[in-house]
């Protein structure tokens, strides 16, 4: 199976995102009712992993990709083992965009450009992941087990380090960079980010 579409959810995904999914005809592992994201992320990335997806693509229940964009990202050529892709999503307050570019002037020429940029991090609203950077990322980490006898490793597990915190997105982020993968923000592909309204685009 070359991709598969993982969704964590408080409560439920927008219908806006079920007819997208439903669109694109990926397949789709949503996981509803559970307010714990950075352990419910690692958890779909296990089951991802397990039937056998070679990319993994990040979509939030609050966000509302284009059938077309999450096709992209399941299918084009610059996911790799040692490149992920994100989209251009606007954060909740609707002032900035959801990735950390590198260079951020040079990211602002890019957006205008339509042309790729690097990113340091990036919120997991959309996004594609190639399942050997995501084995990469945790090959040193243990496998942790619960009482349930579930066992998962700490894909999104938040951490301190130098002072900084990292949340699930952000601890993700670090991970993929610090074992070999480049992210890359690919700003043709943009997301709605659905709070009490559409936030479709930043001026």
Request: with cysteine; charged share 25%.
């Amino acid at each position: 199976m070359s991709a598969i579409i993982i969704t964590p959810a408080f409560s439920h995904a927008r219908h806006e995102l079920h007819r997208a999914v439903q669109l694109s005809g990926l397949p789709w592992l949503p996981e509803y009712e559970h307010s714990d994201l950075p352990r419910v992320r690692s958890i779909l990335i296990e089951e991802a992993l397990r039937h056998g997806a070679e990319r993994v693509l990040f979509v939030d229940a609050d966000t509302i990709p284009l059938p077309a964009d999450l096709c992209r990202l399941a299918e084009g050529d610059d996911v790799t083992p040692e490149r992920a892709v994100w989209g251009l999503y606007p954060l909740r307050e609707g002032d900035r965009w959801s990735v950390c570019p590198e260079e951020p002037e040079q990211a602002e020429q890019s957006i205008a450009r339509g042309q790729q940029f690097r990113i340091l991090t990036g919120g997991l609203g959309v996004c594609a992941v190639h399942r050997e950077s995501l084995e990469r990322a945790v090959a040193h980490s243990p496998t942790l087990e619960e009482s349930s006898g579930l066992t998962w490793r700490p894909f999104c597990v938040p951490f301190l380090l130098g002072g900084k915190y990292y949340a699930d997105d952000g601890s993700l982020c670090l991970r993929l960079r610090t074992s070999g993968t480049a992210l890359w923000c690919d700003p043709l592909i943009r997301a709605a980010h659905a709070v009490t309204r559409l936030v479709r685009d930043i001026g």
